[in-house]
C-alpha cells in the first residue's frame, strides 16, 4: 500500500479489534479520492521528498474538507437555528433604524406591513407543519360520531345566519339609508340567482398599488429587449412582458410554500362555508391564483371518478376566473387593479354557488375522499423562476393569436353590418353606424342595469359585456380602459373650465367643444367601471368554450361525451358567476 494511503489499523484502539464498517466506508473513500488528486498531472514518485510534501498536503487538505462535511451534517439542524436566528435579529435591527430614520409616512407603513404579513405567515406555516397531522389525528374521525356531526351542523348554519344578518345590517345602514339607488344591485342578485334556479337540473386600493408598483418593473426587462420605443407597441411589448414576470413570481410563491399556505386557507373557509366537495372546491381556490389551464394536472387524477356535477363544477370554476398573469394584463389595460384582486377572490365561492345551483349533486356518496397535496417540482428559486417564465409562453401565445384573430374578424363583421344597415337606410347622419358593439348596447342593456351601473352608462356597460361573451375579454378590457381615460379627461375639462360645453356624436364620441378633443366611445363614471370589471373578469366567452372542451377531452378521452353535455352549462354558470359577482359590487360600491 502507498504511503498516502490510510492503514485501516490506524483506527485500531486500545481494546478495539478492528475498525467499524463506517470507518471502513470513510477510509475507503479517502483513499480513492487522495489517489486521484495525487495521479496523473502530478506526476512525481514517492522517493521524491517534494512529491511527498505534495501528496501529504492534499491528504491534509481532504481530510479537512471531509471532516467540515461531515459536521456541517452533523449539526446541519443547530446551524439552520442559528442563521434563522441571525436573520430574525438582522431584520429586527434594521427595521428598528428604519421605523427610527422615517415612520407614518406611506412607504414605512408598507414596510411594516409586510414585516407583520412575514411574520403571520411564518407562524401559520410552522403551526400547520407542526401540529397539523396530531389535529387531523384528533378530529380526522369524528365526523362518524352522530353527536359531533349535529353540533358541526348547528355550527355550521350558526355561522351563515350570522353572516347572512351581519349582511343585511351592512346594506341597510350603508345603502339602503345613504344610497338607495343601490338597491337595484340587489334586485339583480335574486334575478341572477333566480335564473339558475329556474333553469337548474333539479329545480327545488392599497394591495392594487402594490401590483402596480411591481409590475411597473416589467419595464427595465421589457426596455432592455425591445430598445426605448418598446411602448410604441404597447400590448406586444409592454401588456405580455408582464405576464411573464407575474408567472415567474407566482411560480416562486409555489416553490417557496406561500401559494400552498393561501390556497389552503381558502379551501377550509369554502368548504365550511358552502358545503362543498374536497377536490372541486380546491380546485375553485387553485383557480383564484393561477389559470384553468394549470390547474387540469391536479385533478387530472380524478376526473374518471367525478360526477357529472363534480365536473361541471370544475368547468365553471375556470370560465368564472382568470390567471394572475393575464390579471396584470387587465391592469395594464387600465381596469382597477383593487377590485380585479377582488373579483378573482369573489368569483371563487361564486362559481361554486352557481355551478351547485345549476346542476346540483344528485350522489349521495359521503365525500370522504382527500383533495391532492400541491406540491413544487422545482429544485431551486432560480429553477422556480425560469419554469414560471416558460409556463407563461402559451398564454402569451393564446392572447396573440386570439386578438389578431377576433380583431380581425370583429372589424369584418362590422363591416358587413354597416353595409347590410346601409342598404336600409341605417346610416349617419340620421342613424348611427351598425355595428356588433351597437347591438350588443341594447341586447345586454337589462343586465347592465340589474348589476347596478348608472343608467346613463348602460349602453356603454352592455356594449362590454357583449364583446366578453361573445368576442373576447381582453377587447372587452381594452374598451373599459378607453372609458375609464375618457372619464379622466372630461372630468378635467368640465371641472377646469367654468362654461365648458360638449356634446354627442351619432357614434357615442363626445366632443369638448373647448379644446375640440373628441373622446371615441363616450365616458362612464368610476362606479359603473368598477362594476364593469366584476363583471368582465372571467375566462367565459364562447371560444374559451371549446378550448375547455378539447383540453379536459385530451387528458381523459373517455369522458369527452360528459364534458360536451356539460360544458354549455358550465359556460353559462361562468358568466351568471361573473355577473353576481358585479352585483355584489354595485350593492357595496360608493
Known sequence: MA??????????????????EEQREMTEA????????????????HEESDGEGGNRAIYALVTCRRSCSETLTEHRAILVKVVKIAFFIGACVYLGFAFHHSFGDKQSLTLLGYAVFSVCYYCISRGIHKYGGTLKQQFGGTEKNSRFSRISRLVYWATVGLLLAAL???VVIDSAIRRPQNLVSLVGVFVFTGIMLLFST??????????????EHTNRGAQFVFGYSFTDHYVAFKVLPCIIVFSATISILYYLGAMQVAISVVTAVMRFTLDTGPMETLHAAFNIFVGWAETVPVVKPLIDGMTLSE???????????????????????GAPANHLISASFMSAPAALSMSKLFYPENSRRKRTQKAPEIKSTERGIIEAASSGAISAIPVIAYILVHLIAFLSILDFVNDTLAWLGARVGVAPPDYPVLSFQYVSSYLMWPIALLMGVEVADCRHVARMLGIKVFVNEFLAFEDLGIMRANNQIFQNYTQTSANATWHWTQTDDIVLDATGQVLPGGAISERSAIIATYALCGFSDLVALGIMIGAFSAVAPSRRRDFLRVAPRALVSGVAACFLTAAMAGLMVD
Open 168 to 170: 343585511v345590517i351592512y
Open 202 to 215: 333539479r329545480p327545488d386600493k392599497w394591495l392594487a398599488d402594490r401590483v402596480t408598483d411591481y409590475l
Open 3 to 20: 504511503e498516502n494511503e490510510i492503514q485501516l489499523t490506524d483506527f485500531k484502539e486500545n481494546g478495539k479489534s478492528g475498525p467499524t
Open 30 to 45: 479517502i483513499n480513492e479520492e487522495v489517489v486521484t488528486l495525487t495521479s496523473g498531472d502530478i506526476g512525481h514518485t
Open 311 to 333: 365536473l361541471h363544477a370544475v368547468m365553471t370554476n375556470g370560465f368564472a376566473t382568470v390567471s394572475g398573469g393575464t390579471l396584470a394584463a387587465y391592469i395594464l389595460y
